[in-house]
DNA sequence: CCTACCGATCGGTAGG
DNA sequence: CCTACCGATCGGTAGG
């Protein structure tokens, strides 16, 4: 494997991009942009660890297991991260981010019942489909530095704000009991994200499941 | 503080109590009861274990922390407990054993809505009120020893049964969706267990969530 | 991406 | 309940 001429490890380096009427730099461009098969087995080095660290915990799942699980040593791994916390902060990363673009794909739904319902299932899917990935980001949080956390926050609120202001229309159109909308929207939030300690794809439905969590908060029209 | 002649960290010497027919030991009985300072020692160095395991995590929150926020020597510890993990399965004793009590205290109560609305409200206020207690059982399952799983396991299942059965008797009598029992009662679980991650006793109200979980179960009686 | 290695942390013990 | 201490693990580095 060539290693590309910068990754991630690397120094941060990653200067603003020139603006359009900054000069010209001279001669050959460094090559800032990692290559595609570095950021795939980059993409493929966050999957396992954060298999190692749902099964063992991210203080107990070490460089060593997680470059074993990958078939390196882990030496190696330091070519992809400055330090172990990198690879925790990679898992939260993908775990918002996925979780944030498909939520914002669904801002546009108007109906306030529909626009919860969808929000329902897209959480109770984005969480089953991905169980180690949300378990990290879930259960490790004391393992993120401050400036992780510091990153990743400002994305989590947006991420709730979501179901809060989904739940306060559903409320003011009549759709559900009126409540506190933060504390009903953790509530939907708590029972979607829950499935990550109990869901077994081998026995559980996921649209079962997500269409429980719709019926719960919607009841069908009851004779 | 003087020793009792024996406390959990020594050997089990948890004999089978004599049978009524057993002839009467020999000379004086050794004292095999800790005393009650003894035990109120230790139920608050589980106590506190519990908030530095939630705040640092099992791994990293070591036998130093635990020490330091008690104003003991790691070493102390040890008079009490005989490994670091014994630590981590008597943290998850109290957890199931409170939460165990109580449900068990709820199981004569006949009529399907009310039982389940108030396993419901117990879920509710038992994580609200112990959310560091809580959050090491949800979240360091993985430092268990596999022998404090095996004992652990059984009981959470008959905690789980629990729901599981109110909620099938609720659907029977036709009060929520028909639905897999199983996959609606882990939802009920979620929605309830989740709060130890958001709930802010300084701007939430443990009722208030209580009931808005109740609502969201059996809603009220629309317009 | 690897071999070899270092330093710090931490669970656990000795002995009082 | 404490002081002193040991051994293993593990994150991280050197150097190729």
Redesign the pocket.
């Known amino acids: 494997?060539t290693?590309p001429a910068a990754g991630p490890a690397a120094e941060p380096d990653d200067a603003p991009a020139p603006s359009p009427a900054a000069p010209r730099k001279r001669g050959r461009p460094r090559n800032l942009e990692p290559s595609a098969e570095y950021r795939q087995?980059l993409e493929n080095i966050v999957t396992v660890a954060a298999e190692v660290f749902t099964a063992q915990g991210y203080?107990?799942?070490?460089?060593?297991d997680v470059?074993a699980a990958l078939?390196?040593?882990?030496?190696?791994l330091?070519?992809?991260v400055?330090?172990?916390?990198d690879l925790l902060r990679l898992v939260f990363d993908r775990a918002i981010t996925t979780a944030l673009e498909q939520v914002e794909a669904l801002g546009h739904i108007e109906d306030p019942k529909d626009r919860l319902s969808a929000l329902i299932r897209h959480q109770a899917h984005l969480v089953v489909r991905d169980p180690s990935l949300f378990a990290v980001f879930f259960d490790h949080r004391a393992g993120l530095t401050d400036e992780a956390m510091a990153d990743i926050e400002p994305n989590e609120r947006r991420y709730v704000r979501h179901f809060v202001s989904a739940v306060g229309a559903a409320m003011d159109a009549g759709h559900i009991a009126k409540a506190d909308p933060r504390t009903v929207a953790h509530a939907v939030l708590g029972m979607t994200s829950w499935s990550y300690k109990w869901f077994d794809p081998a026995r559980d439905s996921a649209d079962g499941f997500a269409e429980a969590c719709v019926a719960l908060v919607f009841p069908p029209i009851r004779t």
């Not at 400055?82 to 916390?85: A, P, Q, T, V």
């Open positions: 494997m290693p087995r203080e107990s799942g070490s460089l060593d470059a078939g390196l040593r882990k030496a190696s330091y070519y992809y400055k330090k172990k916390s």
